[in-house]
């Protein structure tokens, strides 16, 4: 391969949302699956577990769970988690006691999981498929531990689907080098360079407005702060205690965020099982499912504040 060839190569990734029924020859799936077990690992740990997904139920659910129904369509399916749980299972197979280091465990565990499953996304690109990460794991985290079973050190960082597309390819924009490799030292970007950077960015939304998709999730009150929530609740109660769950986040604060993001009006339902939340925004409405009010109405704004880059 010369400089060409790479850029050539890189250039025809896009995200596929989109597959075709198909399912990868055996020799296909085992090459891909090889990279992502060659990819480098911190302190040689391999601080991760793919959760490869093949009953066609599971896989269905976990597209309701994720809100990404291209975990139910697409050839191969993945749940990527950050593990420590075999890593500890070794220490104590030779009677060594595990030791206390939530936050690096958090830090090696995730860089060691998306290093693997890059390279395995990167291997199914150069046999000619394409695929999607998936961060929408983060819509239900209590119920993907539980239907996979993750025991405590395991949390799952995102989901990958693998496949052959069923739709055009898109070459979406990216910001200016300058914006993300610096030299030598972190140099802040200039106010001009940020307007360029809203600009060169546009096209990634049909709206053309980047700094909108960029606030629903990122801004105050957007999904993040929702995320933010679910993921300590998960983290402290799968072993990484360093992180404290975040009970400040009641009904009340909820639906004060809610009413900041443009729903102002909310109907609970009894169900047989739980809470059903609605969210309205007058021609809008947003359903979240719970077990409590605070958790359906969680649900219904992180639903009403989607929006995925397209
Ligand atoms: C960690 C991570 C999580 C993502 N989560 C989702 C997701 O939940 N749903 C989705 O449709 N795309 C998701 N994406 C795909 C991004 O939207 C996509 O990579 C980005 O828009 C750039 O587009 P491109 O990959 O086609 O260049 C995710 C990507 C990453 C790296």
């Given at each position: 391969m010369n400089p060409e060839d790479v850029k050539?190569?890189?250039?025809k990734h896009w995200t596929v949302r989109n597959y075709q029924p198909f399912q990868l020859p055996e020799e296909h799936l085992d090459a891909i699956l090889y990279a992502a077990q060659r990819a480098p690992t911190d302190a040689t740990a391999q601080m991760y577990t793919f959760i490869r997904?093949?009953?066609?139920?599971?896989?269905q659910q976990m597209g309701e769970l994720t809100r990404n129904a291209h975990m139910g369509t697409a050839s191969e399916s993945f749940v990527i988690c950050a593990d420590i749980h075999r890593l500890n299972s070794l220490l104590e197979f030779r009677g060594y006691t595990p030791g206390d280091y939530p936050a690096v465990a958090v830090h090696f565990a995730v860089g060691d999981a998306v290093m693997a499953a890059q390279n395995m996304l990167i291997a199914a690109e150069m046999l000619g498929y394409m695929g999607c990460w998936i961060?929408?794991?983060?819509?239900a985290l209590p119920q993907i531990q539980q239907?996979?079973?993750?025991?405590?050190?395991?949390?799952?960082?995102?989901?990958?689907?693998i496949g052959v597309p069923a739709e055009e390819h898109k070459l979406r924009p990216r910001l200016d080098r300058a914006l993300v490799i610096h030299e030598n030292s972190y140099q802040d970007p200039t106010p001009e360079a940020l307007d360029q950077a809203y600009q060169e960015m546009a096209a990634i939304t049909s709206r053309g407005d980047w700094g909108l998709s960029l606030s629903r999730y990122f801004a105050k009150g957007g999904s993040m702060e929702i995320r933010e929530g679910h993921l300590r609740d998960l983290l402290a109660q799968q072993g990484f205690d360093h992180v404290q769950p975040r009970n400040n986040l009641d009904a009340d604060a909820v639906f004060q965020q809610a009413v900041q993001a443009g729903f102002p009006e909310l109907v609970v339902r009894q169900k047989a099982a739980g809470l059903e939340a609605w969210l309205d925004q007058g021609h809008l409405a947003y359903r979240g499912d719970g077990t409590s009010l605070t958790e359906a109405l969680?649900?219904?704004?992180?639903?009403?504040l989607k929006e995925h880059a397209e």
């Open positions: 050539t190569f890189f250039r997904l093949t009953d066609p139920v599971l896989k961060g929408g794991v983060m819509n239907l996979l079973k993750l025991p405590r050190g395991v949390f799952p960082f995102a989901a990958l689907t969680k649900n219904a704004l992180m639903e009403a």
